[in-house]
T-cell receptor, first 113, second 109 residues
Framework: DGGITQSPKYLFRKEGQNVTLSCEQN?????MYWYRQDPGQGLRLIYY???????QKGDIAEGYSVSREKKESFPLTVTSAQKNPTAFYLC????????????FGPGTRLLVL | GQSLEQPSEVTAVEGAIVQINCTYQ??????LSWYQQHDGGAPTFLSY????GLEETGRFSSFLSRSDSYGYLLLQELQMKDSASYFC??????????FGKGTRLHILP
């Protein structure tokens, strides 16, 4: 079955620690995205990538970093510079530049200890 | 700035019809998408309007008027499983997609 997987489902971060969220897709989609969702809020774009080895900042990129070394993978690192990282993180992908139709992974919930 | 506005909550009765509106303030949006998200779950794509007018997919329909910067999602024959949050989203010429804050749909039996 094709789809997007994210791991882990829950992640706990200690103060000053960097953590990496995994996102893998086997849909052969070109574009991938990372969103942050806070309770009762919409989705805010962190980073996106339309091709391998290239990515662009979204609206709230500060304190986050990404890489796109393979078409299937788009990991997100939440660095210690992100002072309020507790949120639900969603990864998505889309075919080509068709951003209007995005397929989402199940999400990772990040909590700070 | 660019933004999409939706009502925060809507309540309707099972079996009825409900309309969720979305207005946007931006230049260069070239279409409107709708997504459904159940509590604790991931958003799932419902529909996309590239052109003005009504698109129908089963019990769900979506409408867009680019001249009015307005769209809506219409849900018919409401079922309890339709209780969820619904997001409109627009992509602009800079290739960035922006989501509204979502409308939480409550369905009463």
């Amino acid at each position: 079955d094709g789809g997007i997987t994210q791991s882990p489902k829950y992640l706990f971060r200690k103060e000053g620690q960097n953590v990496t969220l995994s996102c893998e897709q086997n849909l052969n989609h070109d574009a991938m995205y990372w969103y942050r969702q806070d309770p009762g809020q919409g989705l805010r774009l962190i980073y996106y990538s339309q091709i391998v080895n290239d990515f662009q900042k979204g609206d709230i990129a500060e304190g986050y970093s990404v890489s796109r070394e393979k078409k299937e993978s788009f990991p997100l690192t939440v660095t210690s510079a992100q002072k309020n990282p507790t949120a639900f993180y969603l990864c998505a992908s889309s075919m080509g530049r068709n951003q209007e139709t995005q397929y989402f992974g199940p999400g990772t919930r990040l909590l700070v200890l | 700035g660019q933004s999409l506005e939706q009502p925060s909550e809507v309540t309707a009765v099972e079996g009825a019809i409900v309309q969720i509106n979305c207005t946007y303030q931006t230049s260069g949006f070239y279409g409107l998408s709708w997504y459904q998200q159940h509590d604790g779950g991931a958003p799932t794509f419902l529909s996309y309007n590239a052109l003005d007018g009504l698109e129908e997919t089963g019990r769900f329909s979506s409408f867009l008027s680019r001249s009015d910067s307005y769209g809506y999602l219409l849900l018919q024959e409401l079922q309890m499983k339709d209780s969820a949050s619904y997001f409109c989203a627009g992509a602009n010429r800079d290739d960035k997609i922006i989501f509204g804050k979502g409308t939480r749909l409550h369905i009463l039996p």
